[in-house]
């Protein structure tokens, strides 16, 4: 059953070694995320997922171990996804594919972890993350609401107390310089998702349209659909602790216990 979770955004520059100069921008971001995933020890979890995009290469499940890297940012920096042996990445298997949407090839390396669960890596280093066993989940982002809701059920049916880390960004289109341009349909889009997120509502969650994310370019929609899946019947309250389109990128984060 779920009893926690944090929802936080995934861009490498939240990671200030990649940000570098441009760091000072998202601290407030970045300290809304460190205290979500602060919230989740709390609740005394037996398990932790991080679910985060993935792409087409990189979706299914990472044990804890799996390194990551940030240097195709142009960074020399490496994380590990909790503890684990070395390199038990490789453990990951093609049964795990129905959790990331119908993956097609699995990656010849499945050791690295994909750059939106190197980001949810880095949050439970800073936080010092001690409080479960860890898991990933790179999700596929043509995923369908229902597939996704059912990846979300089967993770929190796999413990009694299951915590979710959620990585992924609203749209990317809030202004003319956003990666995918203005589209007067974002701001909309991010205003739903954000309440959704703020209320705890699985039911407006698994209605935002798929086809509409895809445009709008939101990386955050699959992911945010596991969560929907996952945390229904359990009860949760939210809170949203960060909202912000920095760079025409709609951040948010989310707090669920």
Known sequence: MLVAAAVCPCPPLLVPEVATGAAPELDAARAACVDAVGLLAAARPERLYVVGPAPADAHGTY????????????????????EGPPGSGADRSADTAPLAGGAG???????????????????????RWAGAPVEGLGV????????????????????????LLVLGDGSACRTVKAPGYLDERAAGFDAEAARALAAADTA????????????????????WQVLAGAA??????????FQDAPYGVGYFVAAWS
Do not use: I, N, Q, Y
């Open 140 to 163: 596929d982002g043509a995923a369908t609401p229902d597939h996704c809701a059912d990846a979300g059920r089967e993770l929190a049916a796999s413990a009694e107390r299951v915590a």
């Open 204 to 223: 407006a969650l698994l209605a935002l349209d798929a086809g509409l994310a895809s445009e709008l370019k939101a990386a955050g929609r699959a992911p």
């Open 63 to 82: 044990p804890g171990g799996t390194t990551g890297s940030f240097a195709g940012f142009g960074v020399d920096l490496s994380v590990c996804l909790g």
């Open 105 to 127: 090839k699995l990656p010849e390396d499945r050791g690295t972890l994909p750059p939106s669960l190197a980001v949810g890596a880095w949050l439970l280093t800073r936080t």
């Open 232 to 241: 229904e019947g359990a009860g949760l309250d939210g809170r949203l602790l």
